[in-house]
């Protein structure tokens, strides 16, 4: 069944969070503001790759105005951050390495006089070669971005020698796919409010995905107890992994406690930009080759990341891609060999999807190739190749067994959308295409005769029809339209080897109300409208019975990260813990009070009820009246589950997509415009109806975006894509065609681990999809995005 | 002959306008833009700070009923002019375009989504039956990167009904 408004009935719910987003009631952290507050900034470097040769910051110390002026000289503790290897410098020492290079910053009464101490900051460089290709990077003559060289992290997979196979396959395809920098490019940019305390601590209000995981990388920096930092780090303006890392805290923090005064640091885009991470630029080699019968017989990967110059998640981002490259699909003999390159581009790291974007348009690209080469239709193929049931995890793991593999590919192979692109559903043939002149691709694909220009002659709907049903209307002879699919399977948690708790608490409060208390982030996502959702479908409780509690250090649980699409199915099992045991201290509490015995009771909205009848027999404020002495309170501490071998990386829990596009390409410009998009996902059962909807949809069109606009492009080291004017995300022109989402909910009987995450899986598949349905469009094989609008214009013979 | 009416008002370094329906004045320089005289001197934070080059919307604010940046507006711009912003479209209870946007959930964030408000708003005033073509253009100076803009069209075709019961 389709997931929408209507189908979801009563489930559809206002968020918890809605009414100050829609008023703009809502402070987010780069909103608040207190009196006497100073102006933080950071001077950062103008040189991708730089000696340092002095620094003079007396001139901008000795203007009015100027409180610190900060340099490594001015950490008390550790001048590094970093979550997973700590290796970039708070303030550069001697050496910058990349141009969004923190050297100094300054606090000043005002904007402006900050702008002012920068500029009087005296830095000399001696600028170095500048390594800005990951590939010549790796040569034995490369200059060295760090002393040790210029590899962050290498990975390789291996099941078998791929040779015997590729010598029996009657197809191989060798392909290289590029992918490029892709930026998060969240609205609001990084920021936040650095307070001391009177009691000495230091409360930090800047957005983060793991609060506590910012306190400890603070405390390490600042030299004192984790204990003596506050971090509170949600509500915040989108993050999608690019807010996961530490970025203004460092300065906030240390400008601070250095002028004892609340401090406001908030990048401006260009900043943002500069300093901020990226997704991974991969360029990923694939040789894949099948018998007659379409078996894979071989699989042989190269990757190359460009890290940029500082680790971040860099390797487990890398690791990630080696998993999903691999994918759903069984092979004789798999051989992946990755590298993660340090370079002075910009800072690559963790972004939604988590590398599986990259791997799996890679990946996906070789199926529909191979597809081609057998003059196969490429989901059949597909099918030919796809994981069973009960089969090991792409790296030979064990892994929670569900159907999903299977449910995706039928629902998509069922769907009208993929239907009309095949023959078999609404194609029609429309006029003018062979007759004007259009040049027909002639390319190695020898299925396109059949599958791709019959798929073009659909009756294209023009671009003003914003994918509305027009019957009828022809397209003009140069709008070739095309169906495509692609499959993902994509891993969820943090994987083998990292620590990846869970948890949380819930408690009857003294006012009365049910605090669910978690230390996850909202950044967007509907994660506090999930969390709400449950308590009131798992509980029973009314939502004006429940206080969500998030984003603070100082009075939540550490509950992991809220990445790698872990949070909500986290806090599903954590209410699935809690539920007996808060339930049932609620109840006894309320028998005692009410001296009724316990099974005459249960919770429910308002207060305790009688268990038959459902009449309230206590409100919660008058039980929470009651246990004053000793509070009800249940809190549960586990980990992700995570899959029983040394792998590390491997993920144990697995979503499951199939996503069908129609594209049309107008030969004249070149251009791709997406009509209509399906997506089918398999992740248990749907939280939250209105958050799945908004993650698939809003996933999708950050992948449209990596697939026709979105590069930050740069040369020698410097962006020229420097703000929103350059660097093109998807508008509201880009994305107006039909979008049907079709969740599948069954899991096996038994399964423990209830709804899959969802977070990032919906960013991954139109990619491949896109590409796909442009070769079933004009015959031709896109292996580069964003897809080059030169590769698929012709010109020629239209007049 | 140059025009030097503008300047001559602004030479007090102040501002004298309406603000979601009150008389405001306001001592800043005459080229402060006004989204940081929203935001820093008023304390109104609901118009956003992102781009602040006019291209991503996140600070459309009403300027005599017409949308306009408010990062590429300056204080001079604004003298005499009526300003509503997100705050003062809720001033007496939610208006039908925010309640269209909470019902179907065109928000995920909610960075964009005053901004992306004050657009439909605009819109709608203008154009109580806009076509698929008059939504885009309208909509085409905010952009969203959490929905993917399914939920905020949605939600403008919800408004649209919305606005149209509201009508007598």
């Known amino acids: 069944m389709l997931l929408n408004r209507t189908t979801s009935g009563s489930r559809w719910r206002t968020r918890p969070d809605g009414p100050g987003k829609v008023t703009g009631g809502l402070s987010y952290l780069t909103d608040l503001s207190l009196p006497g507050m100073l102006h933080g900034l950071v001077l950062r470097s103008p040189h991708p790759h730089a000696a340092i040769v002095s620094i003079d910051a007396s001139k901008a110390m000795a203007l009015p105005g100027v409180l610190a002026v900060l340099t490594y000289a001015d950490v008390p503790g550790l001048n590094r951050f970093g ?10 020492e001697d050496r910058v390495r990349y141009i969004g290079d923190a050297v100094a910053a300054v606090a000043a009464e005002t904007p402006e006089i900050a702008v002012l101490a920068l500029r009087a900051i005296e830095v000399a460089y001696e600028p170095l070669p500048v390594v800005d290709d990951p590939e010549r990077a790796l040569l034995p003559d490369s ?3 760090h002393p040790e060289g210029n590899v962050l992290h290498r990975n390789d997979y291996r099941t078998a020698d791929v040779a015997p196979g590729f010598a029996a396959a009657a197809h191989i395809v060798e392909e290289t796919y590029v992918t490029p920098r892709q930026m998060h490019t969240y609205m609001e940019t990084e920021g936040g409010l650095f307070v001391p305390e009177a009691d000495g601590r230091l409360a930090v209000y800047s957005a983060t995905q793991h609060g506590f995981m910012d306190r400890m990388q603070l405390a390490r920096i600042l030299g004192r107890p984790e204990a003596d930092i506050r971090v509170v780090s949600s509500p915040i303006g989108g993050s999608f992994g690019g807010k996961d890392e530490l970025n203004v805290q460092p300065y906030g923090a240390l400008l601070a406690l250095a002028t004892g005064k609340p401090v406001k640091v908030h990048h401006s885009r260009w900043e943002s930009v500069r300093a901020g991470l990226k997704r991974h630029p991969m360029k990923i080699r694939m040789k894949t080759g099948v018998d007659a019968n379409g078996r894979l017989l071989a699989h042989e990967v190269e990757i190359v990341a460009d890290k940029g110059p500082y680790a971040t998640l860099g390797a487990e981002v890398l690791n990630f891609a080696v998993e999903h490259v691999i994918g759903p699909y069984r092979y004789d003999a798999v051989d992946v060999k990755s590298v993660n390159v340090y370079t002075n581009n910009g800072m690559s790291g963790e972004f939604r999807g988590f590398g599986g974007n990259q791997a799996i348009f890679a990946l996906e690209g070789q199926m529909d190739r191979l597809a081609d080469k057998l003059g196969m239709d490429p989901w059949a193929f597909r099918r030919l190749n796809l994981r069973k049931t009960d089969d090991a995890g792409p790296l030979g793991q064990p892994i929670a067994v569900t159907a999903g593999a299977s449910q995706v590919w039928e629902a998509l192979a069922e769907s ?20 004007t002149g259009g040049k027909s691709a002639g390319h190695d694909g020898s299925g396109e005769e059949g599958i791709g220009l019959a798929a073009a002659r659909v009756e294209a709907k023009t671009a003003s029809d914003r994918g509305q049903a027009t019957a009828g209307t022809p397209a003009p002879p140069w709008i070739r339209r095309g169906v495509g699919a692609s499959f993902v399977m994509h891993g969820a948690g943090l994987g083998v080897g990292i620590p990846d708790p869970a948890g949380g608490r819930l408690r009857l409060a003294a006012d009365g109300k049910i605090d669910a208390v978690f230390g996850y982030e909202e950044f967007g996502q509907g994660l506090i409208a999930s969390l709400e959702q449950m308590l009131i479908e798992q509980f029973g409780f009314a939502a004006e019975d429940v206080r969500i509690v998030i984003g603070d250090t100082d009075v939540v649980p550490d509950s992991g990260s809220s990445t790698a699409s872990r949070s909500t199915s986290m806090m599903w099992q954590s209410l699935r813990r809690l539920r007996g045991p808060f339930a049932g201290k609620l109840i006894a509490a309320a028998s005692a009070a009410l001296a009724m015995p316990a099974d005459r009771l249960r919770v429910g909205a308002g207060g305790i009820r009688d268990a038959d009848g459902g009449e309230l027999l206590l409100p919660y404020a008058a039980l929470a009246a009651a246990t004053a002495k000793a509070p009800v309170i249940a809190e549960t501490r586990f980990e992700f589950p995570r899959s029983p071998v040394d792998r590390v990386g491997a993920h144990f829990l697995y979503t499951y997509s199939a996503v069908a596009v129609a594209v049309e390409v107008n030969l004249l410009t070149g251009r791709v415009r997406v009509a209509d998009q399906y997506h089918t996902v398999a992740a248990g059962p749907v939280v939250n ?35 929103l004017d350059t660097y093109l995300i998807p508008t509201v022109a880009e994305l107006g065609g039909t979008f049907e989402v079709e969740p599948i909910e069954t899991l096996p009987e038994g399964d423990e681990y209830g709804p899959r995450g969802i977070g990032e899986v919906g960013s991954v598949g139109l990619a491949p999809a896109i590409a796909s349905a442009v070769y079933r469009a004009v015959g031709k094989r896109v292996n580069r995005l964003p897809i080059d609008p030169a590769l698929l214009q012709e010109t020629d013979g239209w007049y | 002959m140059i025009d030097r009416t503008e300047a001559r008002r602004a030479s007090g370094d102040a501002l004298a306008c309406e603000i979601n329906g009150d008389a405001v004045t306001v001592r800043v320089p005459p080229s402060k833009r006004l989204l940081s005289v929203l935001r820093d001197d008023l304390g109104l934070t ?10 991503c919307g996140a600070c459309m604010v009403l300027a005599d009923g017409k949308p306009v940046n408010a990062c590429l507006t300056m204080a001079y711009q604004c003298e005499g002019k009526r300003i509503t912003t997100i705050e003062g479209l809720s001033k007496g209870g939610l208006h039908p375009v925010q309640q269209a946007f909470l019902e179907e959930g065109g928000y995920q964030c909610g960075y964009c989504t005053p901004g992306m408000i004050i657009s439909v708003t605009a819109l709608l005033r203008e154009q109580p039956s806009p076509t698929a073509d008059q939504i885009e253009e309208a909509l085409s100076g905010n952009l969203c990167r959490c929905t993917g803009y399914g939920g905020i069209l949605r939600s403008v075709q919800r408004a649209i009904d919305l606005t149209k019961e509201a009508q007598p």
């Open chain 1, 83 to 92: 979550i997973a290897r700590p290796d970039q410098p708070v303030f550069c």
């Open chain 1, 143 to 145: 200059p060295l971005v």
């Open chain 1, 416 to 435: 009208e959308l993929w239907r009309s692109g095949t023959g078999r559903g609404s194609a029609g043939s429309g006029p003018g295409i062979g007759a």
């Open chain 1, 689 to 723: 109806p209105q958050g799945f909807l908004g993650q698939i949809e809003g996933g999708s069109g950050m992948a449209l975006g990596f697939s026709l606009t979105e590069d930050a492009v740069m040369s020698g080291g410097h962006y020229l894509t420097e703000n």
């Open chain 2, 46 to 55: 609901g118009t956003k700070r992102s781009c602040e080059i006019g291209r």
